[in-house]
């Protein structure tokens, strides 16, 4: 389905030069002399790099339609990630490299949404805050308190984040999955 540029919504997803991308924002604008255009910030689906366009007003660009479906993380057997939709029980196998990063924060049975864009598999988008526990990291002494520095400790997934100096191994950590930031201890 074509869409001009007077169509454009910020979330919306078009092709640009054979890319899949998102709208992030726009601006029409009408200059006293000559004619009318849009500024826009287009992020690229594949890559996540947001890059500024201007187009004329009026161009046409073919829309794509994003799906988001919420499944199951069930197991990885080396090669697949396998997941399951709680409707149907329909499993899926996904190679490890469309997972990509995410798979470090994907535990067993744990929801996450799977991202297609016509029917293709885009992205993997595990929770936002995901509670992992902690397997190696170096003891916490007493005297070491919140306001202290950090150390490195590696998770059940095997993830390393930076944790407080007072955290033990054992302990379950919440996580923000968008940049591996320890939230809290639970």
Known sequence: ???????????MCIMNNGKMCTIVEFQHVKPGKGGAFVRTKLRDIKTGRVVD???????KFDQVRLET??????????????????NTYEQIGIPADV???NAKWLKENDEASLLYAD????????????ELEIVQTDPGFKGD???GGTKPATLETGAVIQVPLYMNQGEIVQVDSRDGRFIKRV
């Not at 479906?69 to 709680?86: E, I, S, T, V, W």
């Not at 029917?119 to 995901?130: A, D, K, R, T």
Request: hydrophobic share 35%; glycine share 8%; proline share 2%.
């Open 53 to 59: 366009y201007t187009f004329n007003a009026g161009t």
């Open 145 to 147: 308190t919140v306001q």
């Open 69 to 86: 479906k919420k499944m199951q993380y069930l197991y990885n057997d080396g090669a697949d990630y396998y997941f399951m939709d709680n």
């Open 99 to 101: 997972v990509g990063d």
């Open 119 to 130: 029917e293709e598999l885009i992205s993997i988008e595990p929770q936002m805050f995901v």
């Open 1 to 11: 389905m074509a869409i001009s540029t007077a169509d454009f919504k910020n979330g």
